[in-house]
DNA sequence: GAACGTTATTCGATAATGTCGAATATGCTA
DNA sequence: TAGCATATTCGACATTATCGAATAACGTTC
């Protein structure tokens, strides 16, 4: 691990959480000298990753960023092939669907299909969730044991009053999730709302995304139709990636560093 | 300038114009011994702002360039102040309107309103747009002399048969847009789009951004409503920002660094 | 299915490079 | 306007990244 490459990505990891940092404050946070802080900001800035808040003499998140994100959405084959899926799910079931993926300990949204009723909704794509807490990320975790036995090293914070923070009862939940193929979360990440996730897997049967569905807790459970939908769901962008038996099996696989 | 930051900013630029690279490849274009670019690669990979493309050894841009972004966006000041004054400028002139920043030599587009019509349209957040070819990098351009002076020193790129790179052309139009604090763009960025922007200056009178619309070239002229009611918008904002007077004066700023 | 070529990855000695403290400049506050 | 806090520059030093060589993994061809 580069040491300057590790502090520059903590500096724009900080400023995700702090919105606007001045290198003293930046400093403090890193545990490191301002002039170094300073050095490795400058750096940054002269790339656009960083920028320099309008007016004042602290320091923001850069519009490079933005650009750099937008490609890697371009970048991504699921999503592509997935997006004229997920819309036809949210059509037939009626309901908001998403396309996530891994991000350490979250899952980040990288694709959202709006509920068809036409209501005022917020953008979804770059959202993120933790794993625990998310249909979609225990998806991921049933399908990829070393992610879950990192996350289960630290105690898992507790988002609402349904939130699973118990290692033992999630892995309960793996097991029955490994068989259905399907993941549920019932208020766990956002009171009011709850949600239902199958896994995506490329030509490898490496489970890569999850689908999901979205619908208020007031309407739960979802009709058996919905999750026979988002299953087809999920098959048929698993098979458009190359994959074509289903379920796809657990199986632990070597991680690629 | 920090060397290993800057290459690591170089890697994610270079990904960001060939979607996928293996290592050998990065090498190539960076000039540097493979083992050297790999060790920064896999610090970059180490927080997720580079990925190994699934099922390949070759590596791609990374989820956390998503979450940084939507960070950044979340951040911007100015974004989230306009919104809600170009959705009232998108109702009035049934045009699709555009809030842009600068990135360097692009314009980068901060957000987006549909045009009201409801028809099909791409969401164009993230969008980027060389500034000489574009009616808010023109805006931009004109109050920021150290940026011009800048773009200037290499030849500019030709987008459509009208895009202007003369630079002796552009500049004349900077001594209009000071005027009259509009500026305009036909067919120079893409064929058959044009559109019209207007300043955003901040507390201090700094041009932070620009508003614009954009209609279809076949609707050109517009009608003098939709600049009367843009430059308002654009007003609106600044105000909302904290700066009064109209429209805002060039003046040669410091560049802070 | 085996053997080659290609590409990724690891390792360690070297010296180039980032680091950090002190000095200076800048900007804010009272 | 003075004083303080914060950003920024500078340069000597030693840590740290670098690069070549060796190894491992991969994919491809016969």
Do not use: C
């Not at 000298?33 to 490795?40: A, D, E, F, L």
């Not at 669907?97 to 953008?123: A, W």
């Amino acid at each position: 691990m580069i040491q300057s490459i590790d502090r520059a990505a903590q500096v724009l990891s900080s400023l995700q959480g702090a919105r606007h940092l001045g290198i003293t404050e930046l400093a403090g946070l890193l545990g490191l000298p301002p002039s170094t802080v300073h050095g490795i900001v400058k750096s940054l800035k002269a790339h656009g990753l960083v920028a320099k808040e309008p007016g004042g003499n602290r320091y923001m998140l850069g519009p490079a960023l933005l650009k750099l994100s937008n490609v890697y959405l371009d970048t991504l084959d699921v999503r592509a092939r997935a997006m004229r899926w997920t819309q036809e799910l949210s059509r037939r079931t009626g309901l908001a669907t998403r396309l996530g993926s891994e991000l350490f300990d979250e899952v980040i949204v990288i694709h959202h299909n709006n509920r068809p009723d036409g209501s005022e909704q917020m953008p979804e794509t770059g959202l993120s969730i933790p794993v625990h807490a998310s249909a979609m990320g225990k998806i991921l975790l049933t399908y990829n044991a070393d992610a879950a036995d990192q996350l289960f090293e630290k105690p898992l914070r507790s988002l609402t009053g349904d939130t699973i923070t118990d290692p033992a009862k999630l892995i309960l939940q793996f097991a029955q999730i490994a068989e259905r193929g399907i993941a549920t979360e019932e208020d766990e990440a956002v009171l009011g709302e709850s949600s239902i996730a199958a896994p995506i897997a490329d030509r490898n049967g490496s489970v890569i995304a999850a689908v999901a569905v979205v619908l208020p807790s007031s309407e739960w459970p979802p009709e058996d139709n919905v999750l026979n939908v988002l299953r087809e769901t999920a098959r048929n962008i698993s098979r458009e990636l190359g994959y074509t038996s289903w379920p796809p099996p657990v199986v632990r696989r070597p991680a690629d560093d």
